[in-house]
């Protein structure tokens, strides 16, 4: 197979790549769009295994394959069951996937550089100091981030006096040695220290990130992965590599910066401000809050002619999906008009409701993006908070001195009634206190997601609770 | 490998604007779907692991290599998979009556 051939079959990948994206953006076309990106990985693969052939020529076929072959069996069987974990498991998923995308290029990076260290010119140091620095930093940092998803390690941040100029010192250390070694390529000391501090600064960097930040962080390491591929690319002189890497690159900074802005937060704000710690010594009265019955709450969604609903990240916890899968069914056959308003960040990674929720069998077309529910919210009559707290606190809108003021909400303080679905009276992850809850037209209803649904549902099936 | 920095920067810079114009339009709908699949996408690592994994020219370079096709290969056929498996939940209206 002559070298043309395979820069073809990579130009074709590349655009199958684009393409892929491209017609993701809508769910008619995008299974359509993950064919594409199959296909796309088929070329490149195919012709990465033609560009050996010289190799298989010279010492035979199998030897120069195995490698890759065991390699190919071991993947496909981890990769396999890691596709069919549950829907609430996705974040964690996610974050370990990006491990794996980061360890590969780490990998490939260091070795690279023993292959041909010392003779490295400038350029091909400076990228693959780039690729390993990435790589490594990501693949401890996804791994933190699986640990705290997974809650084998504890989900709230934890925050010490001087963590960001420790963690700022240790970044800035590697990337000096990383510069060092741009001229002085045959320090191989030096470079394993590199990749020990890049490894370190994976690790502190996550320690501080509580779980409400999991989203914009997710979505930061998916940029970091693929610019690690990309600075490969370069090292490696590899265009397939450049092109696939900028748009991995480029995918991750947008859902970063959605998902900052959809909590009024910088990006050095996230990484840097311990957001998230409980701060207590606020007001502590006792204040009354209405709450209600199964019974009672099954009354109010009967009569109403449209009911809103407002997942969050407790919905998933409680595994409440399919129990609030029945509550549609009953209230829509009961003509009902039910719709769910999901907020940019509710979960713990971009779409992680919409995904729940069509794995509940809930058209997507209920689905609605917060602007849409917020114009709606006048109209609705009942707002039914399931597992969510900050993004319905009105002290966004209206309290000046809130550690979330500005952050855009669902207005669930428009509709006529506002249930809230609570296991007690704690406040949120930004340890803040919702006024909603004090509200007249507010009733809270105290237990389970899940059970507390399943209990409403009864009630409308006709049975006692 | 000494190769030409600027028409690898050139590349780099399209690229970037094309993702971000192409993901620009991506529905919050899909955004666990997109993550999942740039995920795959970013497994094209696979390209650089397979070529040190099939030179094998030390015994270094040949671990290094086959794990990080091993890492890649997770993330491909993972990646995809679960990609699918969510697109396929996604419907538009009910088929059975309750």
Redesign the interface.
């Known amino acids: 197979m002559s070298e043309h051939a395979i820069h073809v079959l990579y130009m074709a990948s590349a655009a199958c790549?684009?393409l892929?994206?491209?017609w993701?953006?809508?769910?008619p076309t995008?299974?359509r769009?993950?064919i594409t990106?199959?296909i796309?990985?088929l070329l490149?693969?195919g012709g990465?295994?033609m560009?050996?052939t010289p190799?298989a020529q010279a010492h035979g076929w199998f030897?120069?394959?195995r490698?890759?072959l065991?390699?190919?069996v071991?993947?496909?069987a981890?990769?396999?069951p890691?596709?069919?974990?549950p829907?609430t498991a996705?974040p964690q998923?996610?974050a370990l996937?990006?491990a794996?995308?980061a360890?590969?290029?780490g990998?490939?990076g260091?070795?690279?550089y023993?292959?041909r260290t010392p003779d490295l010119?400038r350029?091909?140091m400076g990228a693959l100091g780039v690729e390993i620095i990435l790589g490594f930093l990501t693949f401890t940092a996804s791994l933190m981030a699986f640990g705290k998803l997974q809650e084998i390690l504890p989900t709230r941040p934890i925050v010490y006096r001087m963590q960001n100029v420790v963690n700022l010192s240790v970044f800035a250390a590697s990337v000096l040695i990383g510069a060092w070694l741009v001229a002085h390529p045959g320090h191989t000391g030096l470079f394993l220290v590199m990749i020990a501090l890049a490894l370190v600064f994976g690790v502190m960097l996550i320690i501080p990130i509580g779980g409400a930040d999991m989203p914009t962080v997710?979505?930061l390491l998916?940029s970091y992965?693929?610019l690690s591929?990309?600075a490969?690319?370069?090292?490696?002189?590899?265009?397939?590599?450049?092109?696939?890497?900028?748009?991995?690159?480029?995918?991750?900074?947008?859902?970063s910066i959605?998902m900052c802005k959809a909590m009024n937060r910088s990006f050095t704000n996230v990484l840097f401000g311990g957001f998230g710690q409980v701060q207590t010594g606020g007001k502590a009265e006792q204040r009354t809050v209405r709450s209600a019955s199964p019974e009672e709450a099954a009354a109010f969604l009967e009569a109403a002619n449209s009911v809103m609903v407002v997942p969050g990240y407790g919905m998933a916890v409680a595994q409440a999906q399919h129990r609030v899968r029945d509550l549609f069914?009953?209230l829509?056959?009961r003509g009902v008009d039910v719709k769910f308003a999901?907020h940019?960040v509710a979960g713990r990674?971009?779409?992680?409701m919409?995904?729940l929720l069509?794995?509940a069998?809930i058209?997507?077309?209920k689905?609605v993006?917060m602007e849409d529910a917020n114009i709606e919210m006048p109209q609705v009559d009942v707002a039914l908070i399931i597992g969510a707290n900050d993004v319905t606190n009105p002290a966004a809108r209206e309290k000046k001195d809130s550690p979330i003021y500005g952050m855009p909400i669902i207005d669930v303080d428009k509709a006529r009634t506002v249930m809230v679905i609570k296991r007690s009276m704690n406040p949120g992850f930004a340890g803040i206190d919702n006024d909603l809850y004090y509200y007249d037209k507010t009733l809270m209803l105290f237990g389970d997601a899940k059970d507390f649904v399943g209990k409403i549902v009864k009630v409308l099936e006709g049975g006692t609770s | 490998m000494q190769s030409e920095l600027l028409p690898l920067l050139y590349i780099f810079l399209l690229a970037t604007f094309v993702g971000l114009e192409v993901i620009r339009r991506v529905s919050p709908l899909l955004h666990t779907p997109l993550m999942s699949l740039t995920n795959a996408i970013s497994a094209i690592a696979v390209v650089g692991s397979i070529v040190i994994a099939g030179k094998q020219e030390t015994t270094l370079s040949t671990v290094l290599g086959t794990v990080a096709v091993a890492a890649s290969m997770i993330n491909i056929v993972g990646g995809y998979l679960i990609t699918y498996r969510m697109l396929r939940m996604f419907k538009k209206r009910e088929t059975k009556q309750p």
Request: proline letters at 3%.
């Open positions: 790549f684009i892929a994206l491209k993701l953006s809508a769910v995008a299974r769009g993950v990106g199959i796309g990985m490149a693969v990465t295994l560009l050996l190799e030897h120069t394959y490698w890759i065991i390699a190919f071991v993947g496909a981890i990769g396999v890691m596709a069919m974990m829907m996705v998923r996610t996937s990006h794996f995308g360890l590969a290029a990998l490939v260091t070795a690279e023993y292959l010119d350029f091909t997710i979505a998916n992965a693929g591929a990309c490969m690319g370069f090292v490696l002189d590899n265009k397939l590599l450049i092109v696939a890497g900028a748009l991995d690159g480029s995918s991750g900074l947008i859902l959605i069914d009953q829509t056959s999901i940019p990674m971009p779409g992680h919409n995904v069509a794995e069998e058209p997507y077309d689905l993006e």
